[in-house]
């Protein structure tokens, strides 16, 4: 069932699939297969925890949970959705008859409003041009280092009303970003245990290429051993800017 979210850049957290592997650095110390493990030993069948033998890094195992789809259906009031918070919608693993399903009960509950995460653009990129794209849908992908760069120009070219970056966790700079077809940028420090730095720098030149470029900018948090460990100011205040709130 949907959870209502302590992101702050969200409501509630809607998971139609479970399960991923790595693809990036910024997978390292995922948080979703730290809690997938959480919550397989308190006996959910939902998250089975295994290692992809197909990857060189840990994963759990990609599910899809048809009986999910109906969850928006029975939300009362409008809401923030943050879809796949657990897993990667454009996973390989994942049938395109299905995203497509997904696609349609968004399309269908217009008075909420979706955001879509993903690391792999070139599979979005492939299949946008099936998929509706209403205007309660925003897209967005993670861009942690100069690396993943590609991944800004494949979500240029997708049709949705809202795009977003989230620079989470950021382990590197990101120098002149490209963000003409980019309608908001999130922020964050690594969490955790094993929580890799974050140079104040890095954080403080994206936020100034969004004041230029007029892109919303969301500083989420400065990481550490646990989420609110660090804070969330920046130069004395918090960023919570948000792009325009497309569902009624």
Known sequence: MSARSSIEW????????TGCDRVSAGCDNCYALTLAKRLKAMGSSKYQVDGDPRTSGPGFGVA???ATLAEPFRWRNSRIVFVNSMSDLFHARVPVSFIRQVFDVMAATPQHTYQILTKRTVR????A???PWPDNV???TSVESGEVRSRITD???IPAAVRFLSC????DALPVMDLRSIDWVIVGGESGPHARPVAEEWIVDIRDQCLRARVPF???QWGGRTPKAGGRLLDGRTWDEMPRRIAA
């Open 168 to 171: 989470e966790p950021l382990i």
């Open 129 to 131: 041009d099936s998929l």
């Open 138 to 140: 925003w897209i967005g």
């Open 64 to 66: 899809t949970h048809a």
């Open 10 to 17: 969200t409501e509630t957290t809607w998971n139609p699939t």
């Open 155 to 157: 979500l240029a070219m």
């Open 124 to 127: 979005l990129r492939r299949l």
């Open 218 to 220: 969301f500083f989420k």
